[in-house]
């Protein structure tokens, strides 16, 4: 079974611009999670999708959003790049629903560099 | 708001030696704790899941325990080997409301010198 996929892998962007991130999850997975990596604050958690609807959102600026499409591929937007925002971007799937472990796996990342 | 917590930072150990890795967490309302291994500039893989009603899992060389009650965890790896050099992260998935995803710790970096 492939496992989650992420594109593009890498990304440079300048400050000002927007940008688009990807992720497909396993096959079968219906939740899609995102977080951001950098070495200041470790990994933090920006959004989760279950099958179309954000069940949750983390602390982040109305700048970052997402959406997760009916064959649960799931896209992050950020606008208005800032400098800060230069970080390692990771996707995350589960079964989600009920009465599941919501044992979470993790794409290979998006490495975002703002200049 | 949930905390987790991760001792030592850093650790080197010779190759052959057994260890363990620590980790706490603030509320004990947690659904499950997962252990994870992230390689240089890399992505998370996924080493063991306890589920909030376990109390301990196996994999190979390694074994996890949880104390829910005390918010503590625990990453034992046997015979540790120079391929174990990683940075080891564990997280909690929250029960329910804005918990309802995995708050990491800050990671232990392990190195595992031949």
């Known amino acids: 079974k492939a496992g989650v996929t992420q594109t593009p892998r890498y990304l440079i962007k300048t400050r000002g611009q927007q940008v688009t991130l990807s992720c497909s999850p396993i096959?079968?997975?219906?939740?899609v999670s995102w977080y951001q990596q950098t070495p200041g604050q470790g990994l933090q958690f920006l959004f989760e999708?279950?099958?179309?609807?954000?069940?949750n959102k983390g602390n982040f600026p109305g700048r970052f959003s997402g959406r997760q499409f009916s064959n649960s591929r799931s896209e992050m937007n950020v606008s208005t790049l800032e400098l800060g925002d230069s970080a390692l971007y990771l996707c995350a799937s589960s079964l989600g629903g009920d009465r599941v472990t919501y044992e979470q796996y993790f794409g290979p990342g998006t490495r975002l560099t703002v200049t | 708001k949930q905390e987790v917590t991760q001792i030592p930072a850093a650790l080197s150990v010779p190759e052959g030696e057994n260890l363990v890795l620590n980790c706490s967490f603030t509320d004990s309302a947690i659904y499950n704790l997962q252990w994870f291994r992230q390689d240089p500039g890399k992505g998370l893989t996924s080493l063991l899941l306890?589920?909030?009603?376990?109390r301990e899992q196996t994999s190979g060389r390694l074994n996890a325990s949880l104390d829910k009650s005390s918010g503590r965890s625990t990453l034992y790896i046997a015979a540790s080997q120079p391929g174990d050099s990683a940075t080891y992260l564990c997280?909690?998935?929250?029960?329910?409301?804005?918990?309802?995803?995995?708050?990491f710790g800050k990671g232990t970096l392990l190195t595992v010198n031949p």
């Open positions: 306890i589920q909030s009603s376990q």
């Open positions: 997280a909690v998935w929250g029960s329910g409301g804005s918990n309802y995803k995995l708050t």
């Open positions: 999708y279950f099958s179309e609807t954000q069940r």
């Open positions: 096959s079968g997975h219906r939740s």
